[in-house]
């Protein structure tokens, strides 16, 4: 994460009143639609929507599953909330790259949702370009799990949902 980062994260979460990190919050908000401007000529339009940063504020990881073989990752994350409404965000990356700390970032959202031992619901996500031209998502989870995945293309669904109940899994990430 480079504009939404867990020291702003952490920033947020020790404020006492409210107002702690609140002008670097908005900072790093102003700093970050800057950027997606920069990258909206070179970015496919469905991923400059997607790109809003607090699209899948507060999401629950429904599945994942990897493919080391195919290169490629499908993330369901369960959205919205009673005002807006409930929708799923499915994310398919193909040509993926992950690094291992990525995998275990995965493994422990997973694993949290599942089990409900916490809340890893997410802060914020950011897109970028790297200068290979690979496309980086960066999601930021509660309590600050930090997971990005680089890979040569990126597409995304919406599908309405009538509520945040995630549906019973015996594990929430298939890796294969």
């Given at each position: 994460m480079k504009f939404f980062t867990l020291k702003l994260y952490n920033l947020l979460g020790e404020s006492i009143d409210g107002e702690g990190g609140l002008?670097?919050?908005k900072a790093a908000f102003a700093q970050y639609q800057a950027h997606?401007?920069?990258l909206s000529g070179l970015l496919?339009?469905?991923l400059v929507l997607f790109s809003e940063p607090f699209l899948i504020d507060d999401a629950l990881l429904v599945s994942a599953e990897l493919s080391r073989v195919l290169r490629t990752l499908d993330i369901v994350l369960r959205c919205g909330n009673l005002q807006v409404g409930y929708f799923d965000a499915e994310i398919h990356y193909g040509g993926v790259h992950m690094e291992p700390k990525d995998e275990e970032?995965?493994?422990a959202i997973a694993g949290w949702t599942t089990t409900r031992l916490g809340e890893a619901d997410a802060y914020a996500h950011e897109i970028d370009l790297t200068d290979d031209a690979l496309i980086e998502h960066s999601m930021l989870f509660h309590p600050g799990i930090e997971l990005s995945v680089s890979?040569?293309?990126?597409t995304?669904?919406?599908t309405d949902r009538p509520n945040r109940?995630?549906?019973n899994l015996e594990?929430?990430?298939?890796v294969s």
């Open positions: 002008p670097e919050f997606i401007n920069k496919e339009p469905d970032a995965l493994t890979c040569q293309r990126l995304w669904n919406r109940e995630l549906p594990s929430r990430l298939v």
